[in-house]
């Protein structure tokens, strides 16, 4: 039995919520991946082969995303993420359940080890249960939701980390208005989406002639920003070619337009957002552990919705009354044990487009737009191929049937983000973008 659940929490006078917190490790004792370990904080810890997680194992019995570890008032909980072949402890599969202060977790071939180290932390939490526009009223929020208020009352560049769909734009724009920036610019500028041949000229700006095509002078987004706020969004795939230049302007506050020879001030705050795992992504050798530690002077993650179910409900009917329609409908309880049940992969972003959806849809059952929406089956078997028409044409057609299925599925999982689904997908931005546009289709 544990000796305590390893988190409490307590008020202290003048100060409000605090929940103290026994740090932890994660130690793999047996299998292929012995030795490797990894600290557990507050934040929430995914394990699997996947390089995104935290810790990451070679163990091909393991599931990409096979399970995690959180923290909340009640003591750190271990939940299996849907793996293949099961989380045990003590020889039972486990779907979820509180962990002692000493467990060996069985996955796969691996035996791994947590156990509590003896220090105490204290993590602030507020009392609000808002910060901008971004909701929550879990612990897991409120702890978010005190490092960014103190983080908004200085110039610190701030890191936001996150799965697609938590929020992360809300809380980088919350951060600019809760900021003495706010009556500046706020740029946000996308990592992802630009074309590795104009990255620089976007970011830096360039001169009249510096290229064919440039016929005029362009100022770059940190220019733009000067004065507000810039927010460089999906940092994660930025091009390490480009990150020493990057991390030069970042220090010194300057850029060097294409095609000029002197350097630019600019004052802009910085935030970055990623829902890349950038401590693997520097182990891997695409990202540089300097710029890293350049961007994370102060680092938040926003937690999946996973992580705090207690607030889908009380986010399901906010949503409907921000949509203002006069076909409201009613939770029924098979529903909220669906809304309860289901992974949210989307997160925040998926649960929104699922509530306009449902409102839409007034007229059929929402636990039936529910399954429809999130059904992870097989292309429409109904489809049959058009023998009268030439092989070639009749290929085509398939071809077609199945590009428009397959995305219409890969853009419902990902919460319509385009950059999650190109990736899951192994297509570049671009090219998910000219397939999107031939089929009629948008992301979120």
Known sequence: MASDIGTRLISRPGQGPVMLLRPARLEVVAGPDTGASVEVGAEALAVGTDERNRLVLTD??????????????????????????????????????????????????????FSVLRDEVEIPLTSRTNFGQ????????????????????????????????????LASRALHENSSRRSGPYVIFDCGAAAPSLLESQLFGHARGAFTGAVEARAGVFEEADGGTIVLDEIGEFPIALQPKLLRALEARTVQRIGENTSRKFDARIIACTNRNLEEEVRAGRFRQDLFFRLSVVSVRLPALRERKEEIVRLVNLFLSQLRSDEVPSLSPALVDLLMTYAWPGNVRELRNFVERMVVLHDVDPVAVLRAGTAQAPADSSWSPP??????????????????????????????????AARAAGLSRQSCYRLMEKHGLRGA
């Open 60 to 113: 091909t019995a393991a599931s990409a995303r096979h399970f995690e570890i959180l923290a909340n008032e009640h003591g750190r909980l271990l939940r299996d993420l849907e793996s293949t072949n099961g989380t045990f402890v003590d020889g039972y599969r486990v779907g979820e359940l509180f962990l002692r202060d000493v467990t060996d977790i069985v996955v796969g071939e691996s035996r791994l080890r």
């Open 134 to 169: 971004l909701l929550g009223h879990s612990t897991a929020m409120r702890a978010v939701f005190a490092i960014l208020e103190r983080a908004a009352k200085t110039d610190a560049t701030v890191l936001i980390l996150g799965e697609s769909g938590t929020g992360k734009e």
């Open 387 to 420: 023998i009268h028409l030439p092989f070639h044409e009749a290929k085509q057609q398939w071809t077609d049937h199945l590009e428009h299925e397959y995305l219409t599925r890969l853009l419902a999982k990902h919460g319509g983000n385009i950059s999650e």
